[in-house]
């Protein structure tokens, strides 16, 4: 996986015309129809993962991790640069994206099993394994609405991390589940690592980092910082928590 | 990911498509459940509104305003459910990507599967429906099977491409502008009267019936007419006409659709 002087732009919109009844006003007006800025999510970004690392990005909060994992999905298009990719690619952006509450767990697997690119034999390979991996074969046959929204969370990533892709990318979803359940996960993970699967993650639980990864990636206002193995990145980053101010913005 | 246009683009697209097909039988599978769960009646409901419209419209234009055709119940039935096989996937069609945000912005799949699983889970209810509308004229008008009755797939093929072709440009303008949800509705009333769901093509003045079949629907509903309740082979220049509407409204739709496809993760 390969990403060449990659930037991706987004335009922040102070004004959005979204009815055509402004479009024409602001038209006839010779007001701009959209009032808008850009700013750089990720700016000229290389990065080069081989197949088989396991590889963790790191950053607060907008600086471009998400961005990095939607533009090697192919969720989004960047602006500029170029993203070579091999294999096939499995992205849990948000877990259970497809699930429908009036849906049965067996028919939401099966649905998300598609949604995810899988054709139906590859479905069928998988499906035991799948179960019996969320173990909770009772609620099965029971809709989803029914379910907690940790089981709604243990069933999406059963199916998402049965999947064997090439490439994995994980999206802040190692926090899934009881503690018995989130061991197996990252024992899963760490054996789909083990067989040489490639794997990407975004996630602010450390520890679980430090554990799954060997590599890190540190990135600030969509530039790199640092990339490193992981203790070393873990160490900087730890070390540069930012001030009690800085938090209250990023998050008002 | 390349944007290229042209046929040699297309190819890896269809591929594309192709690998998704799971996708496509399960959202069906998955409207159709949806919508028929913990309903004792199920279809029935389908059913009862479209005929309790053409009752009205029977009433209406056989007593009232007195339309001059013959068994005009027929008449109506032969045309009213693809009229709304026609509305009804318009009216889902055009929500679709607003309802499958979370979707969308979060996995990469070729989006257009949405609108596609929209018209095939009206598709399957239509196929029931023109079931029981064949049997219909068969045992009550023709009293035999009429030989032009082979053209109806042909018919449902035109009818869903065109479907799926109308649906994919106002689907993505619906994405960037809102005001679709308010002129749609307006615009399919209008095409209610524009189109020859009451009323036969043939009454309209010769004069205007050029600028009348600009609308491909109503190409659509005459052959209908003509190979269902007439029971007789359409008019070949009718036929390849309304066949080459479908295909031409369908490559516009696509190709506006996939003109701004790329940046709905972004806006929708």
């Given at each position: 996986m390969e990403l060449r002087g990659v930037s991706k732009r987004f335009y922040f919109y102070e004004h959005r015309t979204s009815s055509l009844r402004e479009w024409f006003i602001r038209r006839i007006l010779?007001?701009?129809?959209?009032?808008?800025?850009?700013?750089f999510s990720l700016r000229n970004l290389d990065l080069r993962i081989q197949p088989g690392e396991s590889v963790a990005l790191l950053g607060h909060n907008g600086s471009g991790k998400s961005t990095v994992l939607r533009l090697v999905a192919g969720i989004y298009r960047p602006t500029s640069g170029t993203i070579t990719t091999a294999g096939r690619i499995t992205a849990v952006i948000e877990l259970g994206a497809g699930f429908h509450p009036e849906l049965t767990g067996v028919e939401n697997i099966r649905l998300y099993g598609a949604v995810l690119g899988l054709t139906r034999p590859e479905l069928q390979a998988r499906y035991d394994e799948i179960v019996a991996f969320a173990g909770m074969d009772d609620f099965l046959d029971t809709p989803l609405k029914y379910y907690?929204?940790?089981?709604?969370?243990?069933?999406?990533?059963?199916?998402?991390?049965c999947?064997?892709?090439?490439?994995?990318?994980?999206?802040?979803?190692?926090?899934?589940?009881?503690?018995?359940?989130?061991?197996?996960?990252?024992?899963?993970?760490?054996?789909?690592?083990?067989?040489?699967?490639?794997?990407?993650?975004?996630?602010?639980?450390?520890?679980?980092?430090?554990?799954?990864?060997?590599?890190?990636?540190?990135?600030?206002?969509?530039?790199?910082?640092?990339?490193?193995?992981?203790?070393?990145?873990?160490?900087?980053?730890?070390?540069?928590?930012?001030?009690?101010?800085?938090?209250?913005?990023?998050?008002? | 990911m390349s944007a290229g246009s042209g046929v040699l683009a297309r190819a890896p697209r269809m591929?594309?498509?192709?690998?998704?097909?799971?996708?496509?039988?399960?959202?069906?599978?998955?409207?159709?459940k949806v919508k028929y769960q913990r309903s004792l009646l199920g279809f029935v409901w389908t059913l009862v509104n479209p005929l309790l419209t053409v009752t009205i419209l029977v009433v209406v234009f056989s007593h009232v305003v007195r339309i001059q055709v013959p068994q005009y119940w027929a008449f109506l039935l032969s045309g009213y459910f693809v009229w709304n096989f026609m509305l009804q996937t318009l009216s889902t069609g055009t929500w679709i990507f607003?309802?499958?945000?979370?979707?969308?912005?979060?996995?990469?799949?070729?989006?257009?599967?949405?609108?596609?699983s929209a018209a095939g889970s009206r598709l399957i209810e239509f196929a029931a429906e023109i079931a029981l509308i064949l049997l219909a004229t068969i045992l009550l008008l023709h009293h035999s099977v009429p030989a032009s009755y082979v053209l109806v797939p042909l018919l449902v093929l035109i009818q869903v491409v065109m479907a799926i072709g109308l649906a994919l440009p106002i689907a993505t303008l619906s994405v960037f502008y809102h005001d679709v949800y308010h002129a749609l509705p307006i615009a399919l009333a209008s095409l209610f009267y524009l189109s020859p769901v009451f009323y036969p093509a043939s009454m309209v003045p010769e004069a205007l019936r050029t600028l009348y079949f600009l609308n491909p629907i109503a190409g659509l509903l005459t052959l209908y007419h003509d190979v269902v309740y007439a029971g007789q082979w359409p008019s070949a220049v009718l036929l390849a006409g309304t066949a080459l509407q479908a295909a031409i409204v369908y490559a516009f739709g696509y190709a506006v659709f996939h003109r701004y496809a790329s940046v709905f993760a972004e806006v929708v």
């Open positions: 010779r007001r701009p129809i959209h009032v808008r800025h850009a700013a907690s929204s940790g089981m709604e969370a243990r069933l999406a990533f059963s199916v998402a991390v999947l064997e892709p090439a490439i994995l990318l994980l999206d802040e979803v190692l926090a899934v589940g009881d503690q018995a359940f989130r061991a197996r996960c990252l024992e899963r993970l760490r054996a789909f690592h083990a067989r040489g699967g490639t794997l990407l993650l975004v996630s602010h639980e450390l520890d679980s980092i430090q554990e799954l990864c060997t590599r890190g990636v540190w990135l600030r206002a969509g530039r790199v910082v640092q990339d490193a193995d992981i203790a070393t990145v873990l160490a900087a980053y730890r070390a540069d928590r930012p001030p009690a101010r800085d938090i209250s913005r990023e998050d008002p | 591929r594309r498509f192709w690998g998704y097909r799971e996708l496509l039988r399960g959202l069906i599978v998955r409207n159709l607003a309802e499958h945000s979370r979707l969308t912005r979060s996995v990469s799949f070729p989006s257009e599967i949405l609108v596609f």
